[in-house]
């Protein structure tokens, strides 16, 4: 969660009652209609936090995945462009390009799965890794719901504060196997 001034003070473009205010949770609980969205407005540290809560509770360890892990699940060996191959198909993933202006449900888009059908590698969120990208800054891959072109591509990275709070940013866990 965050309010308004908490979003002003990061300096982030996204108007808070039109694009941000939608996403936060309130008493624990997420926004009504949202059971099934990615989680966003979640710091590197409570994304680390959430992964390994997760991880006791179905007894096997969870994580925040590296940079590399990410990558290898969106793009396979093959090292594709987008986790379907290479050319952007607008269709495949939750974009400024073809989406609704907002997250969708996650594993909306299956026919964007990659080669290790991971879902969602491109399009919905930028999902926090836990690989440093620069002094102060946390890698994030992917592209979000708002962005358009070539961002959806599974290469795409750039780092972030850990400390900040988005609306396109969130997460996933992964498993050592």
């Not at 290479?86 to 449900?105: C, R, Y």
């Not at 926090?128 to 708002?146: D, L, N, R, Y």
Request: aromatic content about 10%; hydrophobic content about 35%; glycine content about 14%.
């Amino acid at each position: 969660a965050i309010d308004e001034a908490g979003w002003k003070r990061q300096g982030f473009a996204q108007d808070y009652a039109t694009q941000v205010a939608r996403f936060v949770w309130k008493d624990g609980s997420p926004p009504s209609g949202r059971m099934d969205h990615p989680v966003v407005l979640v710091t590197w540290n409570g994304a680390a936090s959430y992964c390994a809560w997760r991880g006791k509770l179905v007894g096997q360890p969870r994580r925040l995945p590296s940079e590399g892990e990410y990558e290898k699940a969106a793009r396979g060996d093959g090292g594709l462009a987008y986790p379907w191959g290479n050319t952007l198909e607008s269709d495949k993933l939750d974009s400024g390009v073809k989406g609704p202006g907002d997250t969708t449900p996650v594993g909306t888009y299956v026919q964007g799965a990659s080669p290790y059908g991971m879902l969602d590698a491109a399009g919905n969120v930028f999902e926090w890794t836990s690989t440093p990208f620069k002094k102060g800054q946390m890698t994030v891959k992917g592209s979000s719901w708002e962005d358009f072109g070539g961002l959806g591509r599974a290469a795409s990275r750039h780092g972030r504060p850990p400390a900040i709070r988005h609306a396109i940013i969130g997460f996933r866990c992964a498993a050592d196997s």
